[in-house]
């Protein structure tokens, strides 16, 4: 596959030479020509200076004939503009920008561009470091609705199958870790000792779901 990046910071810089690696043909844009010593003497990508949302600079990079635009620059406002210009103006299906302000995520949604907020994913990964386990959620969508979040199981849900545990919870088991191993959910999955479950849920039910499974299941009439 063909990727254009815009921005060759450390972001880009990094994804770019990934990419290589793992065989795909990488274009990456910037505005700045020195930002390109940040990539290694032997990468065979092409280097384009100019701005990520000029049609001319995007043709250069290859957008016509890429399968994905990654737009990490320093600027939210260049970052979704690229990120437009490249799926509704090229027609690229997979596109991806880089936002500093999580407020602006769910305006991004809404037109249909994938973003990663960086500082609301820094500062929940730090969150649960600092705090107890499953203090902060794993995942959350851009819009901050929907979390991907262990929890806290009680030890009489041992044994029980998880989708009659999803039943009492009213929730959607994504995962078991299981010995640090990750486990996908079958109708006879079971909780064993030492499991660590994982549910994908919306934010504002999380406080209802990690009461119930943290109580004891309610026995069947």
């Given at each position: 596959?063909?990727?254009?990046?815009?921005?060759?910071?450390?972001?880009?810089?990094?994804?770019?030479?990934?990419?290589?690696?793992?065989?795909?043909?990488?274009?990456?844009?910037?505005?700045?020509?020195?930002?390109?010593?940040?990539?290694?003497?032997?990468?065979?990508?092409?280097?384009?200076?100019?701005?990520?949302?000029?049609?001319?600079?995007?043709?250069?990079?290859?957008?016509?004939?890429?399968?994905?635009?990654?737009?990490?620059?320093?600027?939210?406002?260049?970052?979704?503009?690229?990120?437009?210009?490249?799926?509704?103006?090229?027609g690229?299906?997979?596109?991806?920008?880089?936002?500093?302000?999580?407020?602006?995520?769910?305006?991004?949604?809404?037109?249909?561009?994938?973003?990663?907020a960086?500082?609301?994913?820094?500062?929940?990964q730090?969150?649960?470091?600092?705090?107890?386990?499953?203090a902060?959620?794993?995942?959350?969508?851009?819009?901050?609705?929907?979390?991907?979040?262990?929890?806290?199981?009680?030890?009489?849900?041992?044994?029980?199958?998880?989708?009659?545990?999803?039943?009492?919870?009213?929730?959607?088991?994504?995962f078991?870790?299981?010995?640090?191993?990750?486990?996908?959910?079958?109708?006879?999955?079971v909780v064993?000792?030492?499991?660590?479950?994982?549910?994908?849920?919306?934010?504002?039910?999380?406080?209802?779901?990690?009461?119930?499974?943290?109580?004891?299941?309610?026995?069947?009439?």
């Amino acid at each position: 596959m063909h990727i254009v990046i815009m921005g060759c910071g450390r972001v880009g810089s990094t994804l770019a030479h990934i990419l290589e690696d793992s065989g795909h043909s990488v274009a990456i844009i910037d505005r700045d020509p020195q930002a390109f010593r940040r990539l290694r003497a032997g990468f065979r990508g092409r280097r384009v200076t100019g701005v990520g949302f000029d049609r001319d600079v995007l043709i250069e990079a290859g957008v016509e004939s890429a399968g994905a635009f990654v737009a990490v620059s320093s600027g939210d406002n260049s970052n979704i503009i690229s990120a437009r210009v490249a799926r509704e103006t090229f027609g690229v299906d997979n596109v991806v920008a880089r936002i500093y302000d999580p407020r602006r995520a769910e305006v991004y949604q809404r037109l249909g561009i994938p973003t990663v907020a960086t500082v609301r994913w820094t500062a929940d990964q730090i969150m649960r470091r600092v705090l107890p386990e499953g203090a902060e959620p794993l995942w959350r969508d851009p819009t901050g609705t929907v979390v991907l979040a262990e929890v806290t199981v009680n030890p009489s849900w041992i044994g029980t199958r998880v989708v009659d545990l999803e039943t009492q919870a009213r929730a959607r088991a994504a995962f078991v870790n299981r010995m640090g191993e990750a486990l996908t959910i079958g109708d006879d999955t079971v909780v064993q000792e030492g499991d660590i479950l994982h549910v994908i849920a919306a934010e504002n039910d999380m406080d209802r779901i990690n009461k119930v499974l943290a109580a004891a299941p309610e026995e069947d009439e």
